[in-house]
């Protein structure tokens, strides 16, 4: 009797002691969360959802009810100024709009990507997935290493001979537009575009012939999934905890999976080749195995890092083109006007010629504009973000040092302070003797972090386009939305389903 009271005696002890251990380190954690607030209260921003999640519900809000997050930021940025703080927890996010320090972090090396965001794209849901790629990796070392080694895929002389592929695939969507305008039957040209940027980016960069627009491929659902995962993962803290997620969970990883393992199939296949002495394309894939390390002595590590590009130049170098086009589709269809004179300058350049040449290109002028007018309004990957060690002054307030900014070319975009009635699509804006927009447009990010595939992908989309504009008139099957679907990727809400008619008829 006597120990059964001392044990228990004991067991209360414990729970006491357990729960006042909890406690303090709960009121310890809380003071360091008032100690951050008080640290950055100087800072204008949006009320706080609450103490302890900052401003994480309204995240959270915006993602599961499928709206575009970008318009909260964009809202809170006419709101309260070109630079405004969001928490999260204890962490702080600047966002900033204001010019000159968008110049001065973004131009310059000294500033990393961030780890709190660019850490979370590492794994999805527990499977590897970009890990320490190129567009992941926050480490500058690792980053300028395989930067060096993958530049010579992007020189101008390498692009050039890319031409006949790109014209080659391209030529595949206008056979099956060509159907469907026989047939008059309607064209899902959001998903004929994803299929021609998956066959160019597998046909260029890994030497594989998917052929996609004929064939079906479990590849542009694997893509789609994965951004999916992407969103829930990093904006929805609490995503993984709820058990009516977990298929979709599932479903992600085996698309992780797949994408990481078809890798390794196609590396392995690439390095027998190298290995047999054939003579093999100077491609992305030959340049990731490059990156990797000596081919004779390769760690597991070095395998990795061949996957992590591997996924990262599948997802980065396709979707993002892909929905570009699909944008730009959507609004020369419901602007005759332009499509008119685009397709006037589409004439003179090429009149009835077929194949496209690389001079060519730089005959569209008033194509490069649309394209680039497209990127304001819907850049398909409108955010990045740095990690500023030092003290900033920016528009007057002073940010301490150690503090994450957060920079958007989609908000900026539509801010009228710098384009004057931002929601009109004027391709003019680009014209070449307007002012350049200083600061305040940058879809493929700026600076050494900028994006390495921005000639690739101008190119491959006025190639897709000037063959389009070419041979069909296209107009939109009337009910669509004009809206955005943001999956990670800004991607038009409809399918961009269009009705086809040969040009002249
Ligand atoms: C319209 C098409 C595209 C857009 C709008 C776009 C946009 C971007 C943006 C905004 C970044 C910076 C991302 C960040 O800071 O986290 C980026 C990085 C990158 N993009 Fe693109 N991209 C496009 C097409 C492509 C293509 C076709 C490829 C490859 C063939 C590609 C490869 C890359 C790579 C490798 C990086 C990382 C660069 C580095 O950190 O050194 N992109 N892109």
Known sequence: MGVFYLLSCWVSYLIVCLFLVIASAFLGYCLYIKHIHMKYDHIPGPPRDSFLFGHAPTMIEETRS???????????????GPVYKINSFHKVIMAVTCPEATKEVLMSPKYPKDKLLYERLFNRFGVR????????TTNHEQWYKQRRIMDPAFSSLYLRSLMGTFNERAENLMDELTKLADSKKEAKMLQLVNRVTLDVITKVAFGMDLDLVNHDSPFPKAIETCLKGMVANVRDVFFQLNPKNRPFIKEVREACQLLRTTGEAWISNRRTAIQNGDNVPKDILTQIIKSAGQEDEITEEDEDLMLDNFVTFFIAGQETTANQLGFCIMELARRPDIMEKVQKEVDSVLGM?????YDDLGEFTYLSQVLKETLRLYPSAPGTSREVSADMTIAGYNIPGGTIYMFNTYVCGRMDKFFKDPLMFDPDRFHPDAPKPYYCYYPFALGPRSCLGQKFAQMEAKVVMAKLLQRFEFSLVPGQ??????????RPKSAVVCNIKHRNQ
Not at 66 to 80: C, P, S, T, V
Not at 353 to 357: A, L, N, R
Not at 481 to 490: E, R, W
């Open 66 to 80: 499928g709206r575009n997050i970008h318009d909260k930021f964009l809202q809170w940025a006419e709101m309260y």
């Open 129 to 136: 997935f970009l890990g320490n790629g190129l567009v992941t």
């Open 353 to 357: 010629k077929q194949e496209i040449s």
């Open 481 to 490: 939305s004009f809206d955005i679907l943001d999956t990670g990727a800004l």
